[in-house]
């Protein structure tokens, strides 16, 4: 599996996404809304775009649909729950599904609402496990729910799919939000070293070449991973007493939800 992270530079900082097979050259495209840039990039290594893979349904993630398809051909798949809302669906999935690229690329769908209600993740198994999470998990953060979502149904999505994810996986999400994240994480855990390096690390970051972290480094710096941590806990409750002395990890993760909306 050959996976190309491609930058956008828009106002949404967006991440888009080729996945190609080494063997045959055909590609599948992941959000692809600056299709120029996609397309760009598939031709230059002579790879053939034959799918389309919304994670969701918002327009900066399905906006580059329309002209993708007209230039390659492909079909789409998205969350099957979400044909009413993106145009041309060919094949809507659900958890277990899996879409296959070329002869060697297998991902398998995770059905994670939050974001949305009609969200998917991709995660592939192979030498490199490596997790396609859209709007669902950012780098040190979360998706917000204001547009679609729910934050209970984000946290079960955290609580019972994405904290068994293996550890080694790397990290792909549909936007980069990092700096502010890794802020937000300073802010409610001041105390987290790991936070605080690796703002230091990425403090010149080019996103077009973003650092890539893993599920193990995203469980010490990723507030809503980090729902027994003391620190957090104790300041949540000084501002929140109503949360009382031993506050539910769900609490927790629905108060930080909260704040992070606001922040």
Known sequence: MI?????????????????????????????????????????????????????????????GNKAMVAAT?????????AAGRIPNMARGVTAG????????????????????????????RGKQAALFSGDTLFNAGAGNCHNGGHPNELYETFATQLVSVDPATLLYPGHDYLTNNLQFTLDREPDNADAQSLLKEIKNQDPSNALVTSLYREKKIN???RL???????????EFPELGDTPSPKAVFLKLRELRNQW
């Open 3 to 63: 996976v190309e992270q491609i930058w956008t530079g828009n106002a949404y900082r967006n991440f888009n996404y080729l996945i190609a097979c080494p063997n045959t050259g055909d590609a599948l495209a992941i959000d692809p809304l600056d299709f120029e840039q996609c397309l760009s990039v598939a031709q230059s290594h002579n790879w053939h775009i034959t799918q389309i893979l919304n994670t969701h349904e918002h327009g900066d993630h399905t906006g």
């Open 228 to 238: 027994q941590s003391a620190t957090i806990i104790a300041r949540l409750q000084a």
């Open 223 to 225: 507030t809503f991973f």
């Open 97 to 124: 599904d899996v879409i296959h690229v070329g002869d060697s690329v297998e991902l398998e769908c995770l059905d994670t609402p939050g974001h949305t209600m009609s969200h998917i993740c991709l995660l592939s």
């Open 73 to 81: 051909g492909a079909s789409v798949i998205a969350h099957r729950n």
